[in-house]
């Protein structure tokens, strides 16, 4: 669906509806002086490169000596959709260097602790094994009710686990009258099946996806994190830092996480937005091959449901589907 007001592929985009006006107006005088340009518009030059400064810094509009340059809505699509890539691609870097960080603080908490000349301590936390997955409950259920704040949960494939039903009774229990709040975040493919995901947003849980989530993790407001040691999937050894910057830096990671997520389509119980997905990745420049691995799909059913999508959006191609897709508010 558009976005709410979008009359126009700019406005789809973000962009005001007065930067929209200005853009549609210098799209018919792209190539003219910059001088001759803004006196047509009754403004000075310096007050028409304040007016169109979000088109510059997007790149949609760009100075090529004393003339303006005004991009067509397609390329400008293309422009912005190559942007996001490339911040996506710098995002992944920094997440990967928060999860090397991570691996090396609990490297530090096995070594010898310096001596006191050295101005060093050890961090804070410890590395547990249990001999079961009942002492895994009852360790992440004392560290949740014996302390405060919100949950944070990046959960890849728990919720497939025995205890699941006794998890999202812990859920309800830490969030009943408290005041806390609890978030969490499942790859696509969980929302598959309806009966999943309901019992946690039954209890309060605020759920959103992604296609796919690199390692289980449990942020205990500003007080605890919770990883697999290394980082993955492993029930065991379970690393538990309370080092405040630590826990920090794993929350805002969950945050960042968090904004690129979606809500699924319908609510827990619906089906997910495979759309969105879908065009995410095309635009992403994903191969058909990983999209298929990162939707749980077969690399049939991906090709089949591009090729629906471009029949329902009328193009001829991925880009133009993504013109399009985009013109509609759907990425």
């Known amino acids: 669906m558009p976005r709410p007001g979008s009359t126009s592929v700019l406005t789809a985009l973000g962009f005001s509806a007065q930067v929209d006006r200005t853009y549609q107006r210098l799209r018919s005088q792209s190539g003219r002086d910059l001088e001759r ?18 088109l510059l810094r997007a790149g949609i509009v760009r100075r090529d000596g004393d003339q303006l340059v005004v991009e067509p809505p397609a390329e400008a699509v293309r422009i912005l959709v190559a942007g996001q890539a490339v911040h996506a691609q710098r995002l992944r870097r920094q997440l990967e260097g928060i999860t090397d960080a991570v691996g090396l603080l609990a490297a530090e908490e096995g070594r010898a602790v310096p001596s006191e ?3 060093r301590l050890p961090i804070d936390g410890e590395v547990v094994t249990a001999a079961d997955r009942a002492e895994i409950y009852d360790l992440v259920r004392s560290l949740v009710l014996g302390s405060s704040g919100d949950l944070l949960w990046l959960r890849p494939d728990q919720w497939r686990g025995p205890r699941e039903d006794r998890m999202a009774g812990l859920v309800g229990e830490a969030l009943r009258g408290s005041g806390r709040a609890s978030r969490a975040i499942y790859p696509v493919h969980a929302v598959g099946d309806p009966k999943v ?19 289980r993790m449990l942020v205990i407001g500003d007080s605890h994190v919770v990883l ?12 538990v830092v309370r080092q405040r910057g ?33 065009l995410q990745q095309l635009a992403a420049g994903e191969r058909d091959e990983q999209i298929a ?39």
Request: aromatic residues 6%; charged residues 25%; hydrophobic residues 50%.
């Open 37 to 54: 340009l803004a006196a047509s518009m009754l403004r000075t030059p310096a007050e028409l490169l304040d007016q169109i400064a979000p």
């Open 117 to 119: 000349h050295e101005g």
């Open 228 to 239: 697999p040691e290394p980082l993955g999937y492993a029930d065991m050894p379970l690393a």
């Open 293 to 331: 691995r990162k939707l749980g799909i077969s690399l049939r059913t991906v090709r089949r449901r591009v090729a629906d999508l471009m029949s329902e959006l009328g193009a001829d191609s991925r880009f133009q589907a993504g013109v399009e897709a985009a013109r509609r508010g759907w990425i």
């Open 197 to 215: 995901l309901s019992a946690r947003a039954a209890v309060g849980e605020q759920v959103r996806v992604l296609p796919e989530v690199p390692t």
């Open 246 to 278: 630590v826990v920090e830096a794993m929350a805002q990671w969950f945050e960042l996480l968090w904004e690129r997520a979606a809500v699924p389509a319908g609510g827990v119980a619906g089906r997910p937005d495979r759309r969105r997905f879908l």
